[in-house]
């Protein structure tokens, strides 16, 4: 396993792009389709050649100590649609060090903008950075423009979203995760508010794959340096065909692994 913070980075971003598949979601709420059977899924996109996948701690062990696989990123942050009023309120429940020692090479964590709850969460992010900091390992920020108190500037043609990427830089997160803004226009601005590696969210797997490839080639074409898709591809028939065809375009002219 990669052991600085640069290697590390290099493992899961290689070249600064990246194929990343999170498998959070059974956490959230559960059943989910294609996530039943985690072994199945988990070898199905390391075969398609993904360079991360994001788990909660406790599937991160179990996989880890299952393949000795050393692209897992621990995903620290949860919350459940049991939680009424909190139920975007995504708390800790694992530390930097933590998942270091269960066998990941980088951690996430996630803030939604606008939510009652949001300063909790950016606390939380700073907190997760400072610990990952003196761990040396890469961060990614999952940071989503969508609570009812969400305030987009004037001309503000992302509706936040560059706004998140850069509170995920500015916070100390290595790679950002956010959602598309409708355009390659107003997604280059997102990717030129921040130098760090911005990765696509993927959101609902609406069945029609060739469209979301589209939207993946629109985006490299504009700067963005991946994607992170979850449901997209482990809610498919094929996840391990899905993840190939991403890094088709991701990885662009690079043999696939």
Not at 16 to 41: N, Y
Not at 154 to 174: P, Y
Not at 226 to 254: M, N, T, W, Y
Request: hydrophobic fraction near 40%; glycine fraction near 12%; charge should be negative.
């Amino acid at each position: 396993m990669a052991n600085t913070l640069e290697e590390r980075l290099e493992r899961i971003l290689p070249g600064g792009k990246g194929v990343w598949i999170p498998m959070d979601h059974g956490a959230s709420s559960f059943p989910v389709d294609g996530l039943t059977d985690t072994e199945f899924v988990v070898d199905s996109v390391i075969g398609g050649g993904a360079d991360a996948i994001v788990l909660q701690k406790g599937l991160l062990s179990h996989h880890h100590s299952r393949n000795g696989w050393d692209g897992y990123v621990c995903h620290i942050s949860v919350s459940t649609i049991h939680g009424g009023e909190r139920s975007q309120d995504k708390v800790s429940v694992a530390t930097a060090s933590e998942a270091l020692l269960r066998g990941a090479n980088g951690v996430s964590a996630q803030v939604n903008l606008g939510d009652k709850y949001e300063p909790e969460m950016i606390q939380r992010l700073g907190e997760l950075s400072r610990q990952a900091y003196l761990e040396g390992l890469p961060v990614l920020g999952m940071v989503y423009p969508r609570g009812t108190n969400l305030v987009i500037e004037e001309g503000d043609s992302t509706r936040g979203v560059a706004h998140a990427a850069r509170i995920a830089w500015e916070l100390g997160c290595h790679v950002v995760k956010v959602p598309w803004t409708g355009s390659p226009e107003s997604f280059s601005k997102v990717v030129e508010a921040v130098p760090i590696p911005v990765l696509l969210a993927g959101g609902e797997n609406e069945g029609d794959f060739s469209k979301t490839l589209s939207i993946v080639r629109e985006a490299m074409d504009v700067g963005c340096s991946g994607i992170c898709f979850g449901r997209q591809v482990f809610g498919s028939k094929d996840p391990e065909s899905c993840v190939k065809a991403l890094r088709e375009i991701v990885h662009a002219g690079e043999n696939a692994r």
